[in-house]
């Protein structure tokens, strides 16, 4: 079936070592997503890749980074993971849907944890 | 104003009820809108698409008044299976293409 695949879906990593989070797709979207989620809190959108344009939400804090290498696949790079960067990180993908808009498709999520 | 606001309950309700959310929104020039479902500790998933005034798929019913800018979902003859988050996006254009803003959730816990 085609899917929004996330690795892994558990990380553990330590406060300040960096971590990577991956993401690929099945259904040939041009448009790929980063979502940071918190307990009871909305997803929150952190940027977004239309083809390989580069959009990054004005309060995404530095620290994180993404990466798009093909259409298929998108990373999301945390470089010094803090304890409050501890969350689930959700991808989703679109087709383009012009002023419409498309449904976005999510993958299962990572859940990141912070020593 | 937050751009989109639920009510996160929860609504506790009997199992073969009928039950309503809300959602507001603040962006007037949002033109699609989408429900989603979450379970606990799971990913977001697809419930409906509204485009025009509404949008009806068995059980559940989405209407949208663009003119009080907000959305809803009925859920009828409700079931324990359908306990769960559920979220609200209004879609916004923007120079680098379509984005989604949700709402916190509203819980819904279906019983006996």
């Known amino acids: 079936d085609a899917m929004v695949i996330q690795n892994p879906r558990y990380q553990v990593t330590q406060f300040g070592k960096p971590v990577t989070l991956s993401c690929s797709q099945t259904?040939?979207?041009?448009?790929m997503y980063w979502y940071q989620q918190k307990s009871s809190q909305a997803p929150k959108l952190l940027f977004h890749?239309?083809?390989?344009?580069?959009?990054n939400e004005a309060d995404t804090p530095d620290n994180f980074q993404s990466r798009r290498p093909n259409t298929s696949f998108c990373f999301l790079d945390i470089r010094s993971p803090g304890l409050g960067d501890a969350a689930m990180y959700l991808c989703?993908?679109?087709?383009?849907?012009?002023?419409?808009?498309?449904?976005?498709?999510f993958g299962d999520g990572t859940r990141l944890s912070i020593l | 104003r937050k751009e989109v606001e639920q009510d996160p309950g929860p609504f506790n309700v009997p199992e073969g009820a009928t039950v309503a959310f809300n959602c507001t929104y603040s962006?007037?020039?949002?033109?699609?809108f989408f429900w989603y479902r979450q379970d606990c500790r799971k990913e977001p998933k697809l419930l409906m698409s509204?485009?025009?005034s509404g949008n009806e798929d068995g059980r559940f019913t989405a209407q949208l008044n663009r003119a009080s800018q907000y959305i809803s979902l009925l859920i009828r003859d409700s079931k324990l299976s359908d306990s769960a988050t559920y979220l609200c996006?209004?879609?916004?254009?923007?120079?680098?293409?379509?984005?989604?803003?949700f709402g916190t959730g509203t819980q819904l816990k279906v019983e006996l």
């Open positions: 989703a993908t679109s087709r383009d849907g012009g002023a419409g808009g498309q449904p976005q498709h």
């Open positions: 259904l040939n979207h041009n448009v």
């Open positions: 890749y239309y083809d390989k344009d580069f959009n």
């Open positions: 962006n007037s020039a949002s033109q699609s």
């Open positions: 509204v485009y025009s």
């Open positions: 996006a209004v879609n916004e254009l923007t120079g680098g293409g379509n984005k989604l803003t």
